[in-house]
C-alpha cells in the first residue's frame, strides 16, 4: 500500500486544540468560514455595511469623514470640475499711432510755431501726467479690490458677460477717441469719453488680476513702475529720437494686433500655455517701445510730437501702454509662480 503525502486530519472528537484558559476570557473563534461555521457571535451578519467609513465591530471608532477636507482648495473628483478655468486673453488692443503729428526738420518739433516755448511744454507735459495719474490711480484702486476682496473675485470670475460687455464699451470710446478729432478736443467731451474709457479698461484689467495670486499682481505692479519710470527718465535724457521710427512702430503695431487676434482665436479651442506665454513675451517688450514713442512724442524736443490741444490723446497713449505692460508682465509671473 502506498502511503499519503497528506498529514492525518484534526479529529474534533478527541477535544480542543487548546485547553480552556482561565478568566472571563472568551473562547477563540470557531475556524472556517461563516457559510460553514454559521454566523459567529460578535460579528455582522450578511450584508456586511457597505460604506468605506461605517465600522465593521460594534464600538468600533468610523473612518475619516468624506470630503473635501478643510486643507482642500478644491473639491476631490474630475479635475475638470472644481478648478477654475484659465483667465481670459488680454484685450486686444491696438497701440495709438497719431495721424496728424507736428514735424520739423529741426532738432525741436515745430519749431517756431510757439510749441518749442519751454513754458507751454512744460504746462502740456504737467497736464497730461495730471491726467495719467488720475487714470493709474482708478485703475489700481480698482485691480485692489478685485484682487483683496474674495465675494467680489469670486462673482467677476463667475460672469464673464461683464468683462465682454467692458471690452466692447472700451473698443467704442477708444476708436471715438482716436479717430474723431472733434470729441476728442472738446471739453468736456473728451474728459466724458476719458472717463468712461478708463473705467473700462481698468474693469477689464481688474477682472484678468482676479485670477492671479496676491504676490504676482504686487510683483507684476512692481517691475511695471520701474519699467515705466526708467523708460520716461531714459527719454527724457536721451539723444536717440524714436519719433523718426513712426513707420516701423506702426508696421509693429499692425504686427501685435494680428498676432493677438490669431492667439486668441487658437487659445479658445485649445490652451496652449507656451503660446500664451510668447504673446505676452512679445506684448510686453513691444508696448515698452511704444511706451518711449508715445513718451518723445509728449516732450516735444525730437522730430516729430504732438500738439498742445492734444493733452487727451497723449494720456490716453500712455495710459494704454502702461497697462498693457502690467496685464502682460502679469501673465508671464503669474504662470511662473504657478
Given at each position: 500500500m502506498s502511503r499519503s503525502d497528506y498529514p492525518p486530519g484534526y479529529d474534533d472528537s478527541r477535544g480542543p486544540m487548546y485547553a480552556p484558559q482561565g478568566g472571563n476570557y472568551p473562547p477563540p473563534p470557531a475556524y472556517g468560514f461563516p457559510a460553514y461555521g454559521g454566523p459567529q457571535p460578535g460579528q455582522p451578519s450578511a450584508p456586511y455595511p457597505m460604506g468605506p467609513n461605517t465600522p465593521l465591530y460594534p464600538g468600533q471608532p468610523g473612518g475619516y469623514p468624506p470630503g473635501p477636507y478643510s486643507g482642500q482648495p478644491h473639491p476631490g473628483g474630475h479635475p475638470g470640475a472644481g478648478y477654475p478655468s484659465p483667465p481670459p486673453m488680454p484685450p486686444v488692443i491696438p497701440p495709438t499711432i497719431p495721424s496728424d503729428v507736428l514735424s520739423s526738420g529741426d532738432e525741436f518739433a515745430a519749431h517756431g510755431s510757439g510749441w518749442d516755448s519751454l513754458s507751454i511744454r512744460h504746462a502740456f507735459i504737467r497736464k497730461v501726467y495730471l491726467i495719467l495719474a488720475a487714470q493709474l490711480l482708478v485703475t489700481t484702486a480698482i485691480?485692489?479690490?478685485f484682487t483683496f476682496v474674495q465675494p467680489v473675485r469670486v462673482f467677476v470670475q463667475r460672469n464673464r458677460a461683464i468683462y465682454w460687455a467692458s471690452y466692447g464699451v472700451y473698443l467704442?470710446?477708444?476708436l471715438v477717441l482716436v479717430c474723431c478729432k472733434g470729441p476728442r478736443r472738446?471739453?468736456?467731451?473728451?474728459?466724458?469719453?476719458?472717463?468712461i474709457f478708463t473705467l473700462a479698461m481698468s474693469y477689464m484689467t481688474g477682472s484678468i488680476s482676479s485670477y492671479y495670486d496676491t504676490k504676482a499682481v504686487f510683483l507684476a505692479m512692481g517691475i511695471t513702475a520701474v519699467v515705466c519710470i526708467a523708460v520716461t527718465v531714459f527719454c527724457f535724457q536721451t539723444k536717440v529720437d524714436f519719433t523718426k521710427c513712426q513707420g516701423l512702430f506702426c508696421v509693429l503695431g499692425?504686427?501685435?494686433f494680428v498676432t493677438g487676434i490669431i492667439t486668441c482665436i487658437v487659445l479658445s479651442f485649445k490652451y496652449i500655455p507656451w503660446l500664451h506665454m510668447l504673446y505676452?513675451?512679445?506684448g510686453a517688450i513691444a508696448f515698452t517701445l511704444f511706451l518711449a514713442y508715445h513718451t518723445q512724442l509728449l516732450i516735444g524736443n525730437r522730430k516729430h510730437s504732438i500738439g498742445p490741444e492734444e493733452y487727451v490723446f497723449a494720456a490716453l497713449s500712455i495710459y494704454v501702454?502702461?497697462?498693457?505692460i502690467f496685464i502682460f508682465l502679469l501673465q508671464i509671473i503669474g504662470a511662473a509662480t504657478k
Open positions: 485691480v485692489a479690490v467704442v470710446t477708444h472738446k471739453f468736456p467731451w473728451n474728459l466724458i469719453l476719458l472717463s499692425i504686427v501685435m505676452a513675451a512679445m501702454d502702461i497697462v498693457q
